[in-house]
């Protein structure tokens, strides 16, 4: 990002928090970020690593505008290092022109309009790596009444949150366990980082947050560390906000590890329940009664999910029909 006059002289890049300092020519951790000899730029600018038209649910976000379709699309790396990434084949190398598409942002979202998509999501790997483009997209898609979704493990430094998030209508942010030592073992980070960009985004955004804990067999899942993470979350952020608990498939360096059980998913999500948590989902698990939306007060059921398939119950989920308790998110 910074202008330099020496070409010889190292930068330090200050999207997230590694702060890699880099010589001309040298990569970060994220393996798309360097430095061309005059400032820091992403390689993957103006390329997607692909396209797709999702149901906003697969984000997952399950309070903004439901039943809506996305269009998804990534670039590469990532400064993140999760041993259990489910994308790590685009995430774990740096700018891959074989793999690479060329897309300016108009067609991006001319793409979106074409298909009759509400929002664009920036997704697959982590869209901070990719932050001009992400923001320029973003930009782009507002001007043309296209919402923007990001989805993100949260890894940016406090100089460039606001930039990163003034565009962005609704985050799904990882929160990949509450544990410091899983952070730096399994993620290769810091925890704190992410939990300053949680409190950031809901308490000094308008964007719709949604977030998702990935549960890791003996990794994340203990009960003791459920309950800090949901204390965590009621006490610095609100009871209002959407959690998706998802059950881990084996991939990357933790091919070797068992899948989630559902009975670990239904203990986690009757642990958070005892925080009075309002929404609080399952994730890759079909199960009617942690899938559904249901009023908080009155339990009055809102929306019904069979998987990807969604049902609005009543023509407003933003008000109970019942008790005309309102319901967080946008509808």
Not at 6 to 18: A, G
Not at 48 to 71: N, Q, R, V
Not at 305 to 311: A, C
Request: net charge neutral; proline share 4%.
């Amino acid at each position: 990002m910074e202008n330099i006059e020496n070409k010889n002289t190292k930068i330090s890049c200050e999207i997230c928090p590694r702060k890699c300092s880099l010589a001309p020519g040298q990569f970060g951790f994220c393996k798309t970020r360097f430095n061309n000899g005059e400032k820091i730029i992403s390689q993957s600018n103006g390329y997607s690593s692909g396209f797709a038209i999702d149901p906003i649910e697969k984000k997952p976000l399950y309070h903004f505008y439901p039943t809506s379709t996305a269009l998804s699309f990534g670039t590469f790396g990532c400064n993140m290092g999760c041993n259990f990434c489910q994308n790590y084949h685009i995430s774990k190398i740096g700018f891959a022109q074989s793999k690479a598409f060329n897309a300016t942002p108009e067609q991006i979202v001319n793409t979106a309009i074409k298909y009759n998509c509400k929002s664009i999501a920036y997704t697959y790997n982590d869209p901070v790596v990719s932050f001009e483009y992400t923001i320029e997209t973003a930009k782009t898609a507002k001007e043309n009444n296209i919402k923007n979704v990001a989805v993100t493990a949260g890894y940016i430094s406090s100089k460039y949150r606001k930039t990163f998030f003034e565009n962005i209508d609704a985050a799904n942010i990882d929160l990949k366990a509450f544990s410091e030592d899983f952070y730096k073992k399994n993620c290769l980070a810091h925890i704190n980082p992410v939990l300053d960009t949680i409190r950031y985004v809901w308490h000094e955004t308008d964007t719709e947050l949604e977030l998702t804990t990935l549960l890791i067999p003996n990794e994340n899942d203990d009960e003791e560390q459920l309950k800090r993470e949901f204390e965590w979350i009621a006490s610095n952020l609100s009871t209002d906000i959407p959690i998706h608990l998802s059950a881990f498939h084996p991939a990357y360096r933790m091919s070797n590890k068992e899948r989630t059980s559902v009975n670990s998913i239904i203990n986690a999500y009757n642990i958070a329940k005892e925080f009075e948590l309002k929404y609080v989902y399952s994730g890759n698990i079909i199960d009617d009664l942690t899938s559904a939306t249901s009023c908080p007060k009155c339990k009055y059921k809102l929306i019904e999910r069979n998987g990807y398939n969604v049902r609005l119950l009543t023509e407003n989920p933003s008000v109970c029909p019942n008790c005309r308790e309102k319901i967080y998110g946008r509808f």
